[in-house]
């Protein structure tokens, strides 16, 4: 599951960290550095599901 949730991440960086924190704080941010730049977004995300 981990895995897609990766993938989902590196695709779409606010969907991944959606199905692992959902509405959060961590959600919202991930949404400002994806506008902000595609990469910072990617990172984050893959570091949020790294974490957990």
Same mark, same amino acid.
């Given at each position: 599951?981990? /895995?897609?949730?990766?993938?989902?991440? =590196?695709? /779409? +960086? +606010?969907? *991944?960290?959606?199905?692992?924190?959902?509405?959060? *704080?961590?959600? @919202? /941010?991930? =949404?400002?550095?994806?506008?902000?730049?595609?990469? +910072?977004? =990617? $990172?984050?995300? $893959? @570091?949020? =599901?790294?974490?957990?």
């Amino acid at each position: 599951m981990d /895995l897609l949730k990766v993938l989902l991440a =590196i695709l /779409l +960086p +606010p969907l *991944g960290v959606f199905l692992q924190v959902g509405f959060g *704080g961590q959600f @919202w /941010l991930n =949404i400002l550095l994806t506008l902000l730049g595609y990469i +910072p977004g =990617i $990172v984050h995300a $893959v @570091w949020v =599901i790294a974490k957990r």
